[in-house]
């Protein structure tokens, strides 16, 4: 079945370490996008793809990178430039159609 | 720019009955798209229902059903026979047109709904 696989599900990491979120997509979406979701609040968007080898800052790009290598996977890299990293992260995928985000189910990354 | 206000941060249902979640958005624009998305505990976002602007039906599915009202920039989501299930996050989202060469989508803060036995 196609999906979009977000790993790990859990995430630690210590103060001063950069650490990646994976997200892969087998949908053959063109668009792909990184938010954060911070306890009781809405989603904000870090960064997003449209095509591969391109992508845009979003709303609180500040503390993270991303790359498009492939068109099935967009990598999210939180550096110790994010002061605060602790949040839950969503990755989504679309066709730019308008038809929908497909959603992953997220990782959780704590800082300890 | 634009933006997606949602009113109500938390609300409250009977099973069985009727609740409305209220939306609304400020666009210049007139080619775009409305969605409600659901995030149960599991926090799986889940696409609830779509609307195309300048489709003037109501889009419904099953027992969710919308009211837009584009000249008031409005997008309520109004849940019937609700059911424990439904007891989530629902978020308001909203996309530019296809021609406008942008895919992401612009979220509100969200309203939790309880679903009281």
């Known amino acids: 079945d196609g999906g979009i696989t977000q790993s790990p599900k859990y995430l630690f990491r210590k103060e001063g370490q950069n650490v990646t979120l994976s997200c892969e997509q087998n949908?053959?979406?063109?668009?792909m996008y990184w938010y954060r979701q911070d306890p009781g609040q809405g989603l904000r968007l870090i960064y997003y793809?449209?095509?591969?080898?391109?992508?845009q800052k979003g709303d609180i790009a500040e503390g993270y990178s991303v790359s498009r290598e492939k068109k099935e996977s967009f990598p999210l890299t939180v550096t110790s430039a994010q002061k605060n990293p602790t949040a839950f992260y969503l990755c989504?995928?679309?066709?730019?159609?308008?038809?929908?985000?497909?959603f992953g189910s997220g990782t959780r990354l704590t800082v300890v | 720019a634009q933006t997606v206000t949602q009113s109500q941060p938390e609300m409250s249902v009977q099973e069985a009955e009727t609740v409305t979640l209220s939306c609304t958005y400020d666009?210049?624009?007139?080619?775009?798209?409305l969605f409600w998305y659901k995030q149960p505990p599991s926090r799986q976002m889940i696409l609830v229902i779509r609307q195309e602007a300048y489709k003037q039906q109501n889009a419904t599915e099953n027992r969710f059903s919308v009211n837009f009202q584009k000249a008031a920039k409005s997008f309520s989501l109004k849940i019937s026979d609700s059911q424990l299930g439904d007891a989530a996050m629902y978020f308001c989202?909203?996309?530019?047109?296809?021609?406008?060469?942008?895919?992401?989508?612009?979220f509100g803060t969200g309203t939790r709904l309880k679903v009281l036995a």
């Open positions: 666009t210049s624009e007139s080619d775009y798209y």
């Open positions: 793809s449209q095509i591969v080898n391109d992508f």
């Open positions: 949908l053959n979406h063109d668009a």
């Open positions: 989202a909203y996309r530019r047109g296809r021609t406008s060469g942008t895919y992401k989508y612009i």
């Open positions: 989504a995928s679309s066709t730019g159609q308008g038809d929908g985000y497909t």
